[in-house]
């Protein structure tokens, strides 16, 4: 029997760095957390401890921070540098994949005006960003998790099929909220990153408000397809989706009517409506995604 390494990569993991531009009186700040990975030859560290190849996650860490020194830019720029940068240092580096989630700030309100150097966390929606250079090949995926969003009306479910454990009523009238986790896949790696990402996250908001809802798959649905049909250099969408249940209270112990006023938000368990949205003419690029998880 022949036992052999299989595929393998190493890297840090969380690099929390936070960089801020004092060079004009109204500072900014940029938040994140990178995640680097490489890939290639590493067979001897695992199979004898002959670290020779190993570009040393220490190291990995400080690339991120010393690249961070001149300015990061969009999560998307800074993942490519860092990627390339990683990918060409040594022939036996065959790639890299680089992750990014960046977090948001927004300026405190001062009598009125936003403040220059005082900042509140803007909730806790998140961007990301994984860029993967493999060879000649990259891939730049953006996205976001924890997009809340919830509508009072304009959202119905009926049609389902019942069996002998089928308790939940048709409704045409229901809230429908959710928290969405998405990525696309961009066709280029030449972007207005920031731009590009205004542009998507403004679709899928205009589209969840829009969309009279049949079901959340339908509106999911609805969602990549609005961000394809706006946005050409954009391939697949993937999307998943916590049905964040709201239930009508019942009053009537109290002698009160219901009449669609007061719900229970319910946080478990919860239906995940998770899906891709794609166009049959682009070819699939499953190694953009390798190492991605959480979607079907
Ligand atoms: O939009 C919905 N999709 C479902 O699949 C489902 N299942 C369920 O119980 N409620 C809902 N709502």
Redesign the pocket.
Known sequence: MAIRLGPNQYGKAEVRVVAVDRSRPAHTLVDLDVSTSLRGDFTAAHTAGDNGHVLTTDTQKNTVFAFARDGVGSPEAFGLRLARHFAGRHDWISGARVAVESYGWDRITVGGRPHDHAFRRDGGEVRTAVVTVDGDDVHVLSGLHDLVVLKTTG?E?WG?PRDEYTT?AETRERI?ATAVTARWRHLGDDLDWDDAFDGVRTTLLETFAATH???????LYAMGEAVLQRFPAVAEVRMSMP?R?HFLQDLSAFGLDNPDVVYHADDRPY?L?EGVVLRDDVPPAEAAWQATPGFC
């Open positions: 959202s479910f389902f939940l429908l809802s049949l079901a959340l798959q339908q509106t049905n249940h239906g409506i």
